[in-house]
């Protein structure tokens, strides 16, 4: 899903077999398909806001160079701001299972 032209290479590179080419042709389709409907409902601009704003974060807090470790947390602090953001907006919705609304509601009468 990273990338219709990319994508197998990347798949390949994290150790996943190389599907055939009918398989691949199908993916591709589907990849592509996925990056339109992103495009076209203004996802893609949202991500790009965020995604320059993380780029600015990286380069300001020098977190580049960090250990992987740290990395890893600024990807997730990206990634949960990302939803946030999407989720303010109206772009996305959140389904919640019934043992985590539970859970949620609990916390709120502490």
Do not use: C, Y
Not at 20 to 41: A, G, K
Not at 51 to 69: Q, R, Y
Not at 81 to 95: P, Q, R, S, W
Request: no cysteine.
């Amino acid at each position: 899903m990273l990338s219709a032209t990319e994508g197998q290479k990347f798949a390949s590179a994290m150790g996943f077999p190389t599907p055939s080419e009918d398989v691949q042709e199908l993916e591709i389709m589907d990849v592509l398909s996925r990056w339109m409907m992103v495009h076209s409902s203004g996802l893609l601009d949202e991500i790009r806001e965020a995604a320059d704003w993380f780029v600015a974060f990286l380069e300001e807090t020098d977190k580049i160079n960090s250990p992987s470790e740290d990395f890893v947390n600024a990807l997730i602090v990206f990634s949960i701001a990302l939803n946030n953001k999407m989720l303010d907006n109206g772009h996305i919705g959140l389904i919640v299972s019934d043992d985590d609304l539970e859970i949620l509601e609990g916390l709120e009468h502490e």
